[in-house]
């Protein structure tokens, strides 16, 4: 069973728009990262976020987690062409170290 | 590019054949982890594999095995295959860094086809 659910499971914006994608997930966790997709290839890693913190940046990547509430969003700012993917959040839950439990993702297409 | 490499890219086997997949991990990486991708879902956990040893393992029957080489590549053998293990399978390898997963470094993936 997936650990983490993307919300929407797709989203499609304009070139310079903002995407937002969320995850939620059922138990404790060490930390939350999310990846991205491109059709049929391998997963990139994007950004990781550790359960003590509530927000992190990278580029023009924006990630927060609230743990309360058990759930994470990513944020992409002045999305271009290149952003449509697959993204994915993943979490590294405690008490089940050494594997990543993967969502189902978010299929962003972004359109010129 | 992220340094690991999987190989075949693609194959196509019949129901109850056996596959081997090959992974090289990451220069100065010890730690290979394998999912299985099915279409249109997240990459699932199969076993992970730190100084040889299997180190962890998901919801995946015996058949399923693997093996880590002391240059830290590792393989995938799957037996006895079944329609529903047509997938995408990754590896991806890492430091390991004790009780927490950190970033994961995947390969392009293999993609099996069983008819």
């Known amino acids: 069973s997936q650990q983490g659910e993307e919300d929407p499971q797709a989203l499609s914006i304009q070139e310079g728009e903002n995407a937002t994608m969320n995850c939620s997930y059922k138990t404790s966790i060490n930390n939350l990262q999310w990846y991205r997709q491109n059709s049929g290839r391998g997963l990139v890693h994007l950004i990781l976020?550790?359960?003590?913190?509530r927000e992190k940046h990278s580029g023009r990547l924006r990630v927060t987690l609230d743990t309360s509430k058990k759930s994470s969003s990513l944020l992409i700012t002045a999305s271009r062409a290149a952003d449509t993917a697959s993204y994915f959040c993943?979490?590294?839950?405690?008490?089940?170290?050494?594997?990543?439990?993967f969502g189902s993702g978010t299929q962003l297409t972004v359109l010129p | 590019e992220t340094g690991v490499t999987q190989s075949p890219t693609h194959l196509i086997k019949t129901r109850g054949q056996q596959v081997t997949l090959r992974c090289s991990s990451q220069?100065?990486?010890?730690?290979v982890s394998w999912y299985q991708q099915a279409l249109g879902q997240g990459p699932q956990f199969i076993f992970q594999?730190?100084?040889?040893?299997?180190?962890g393992r998901g919801n995946f029957p015996p058949r399923f095995s693997g093996l880590q080489f002391p240059n830290y590549s590792s393989e995938l053998n799957v037996n006895a295959l079944e329609l529903d293990d047509s997938a995408l399978y990754l590896c991806?390898?890492?430091?390991?860094?004790?009780?927490?997963?950190?970033?994961?470094?995947f390969g392009e993936g293999s993609r099996l086809t069983v008819l």
């Open positions: 976020i550790r359960s003590n913190e």
């Open positions: 993943a979490t590294d839950f405690s008490g089940s170290a050494r594997q990543l439990t």
């Open positions: 220069s100065g990486h010890n730690t």
């Open positions: 991806a390898s890492s430091q390991d860094r004790g009780s927490n997963t950190g970033e994961l470094f």
């Open positions: 594999y730190y100084r040889e040893e299997e180190n």
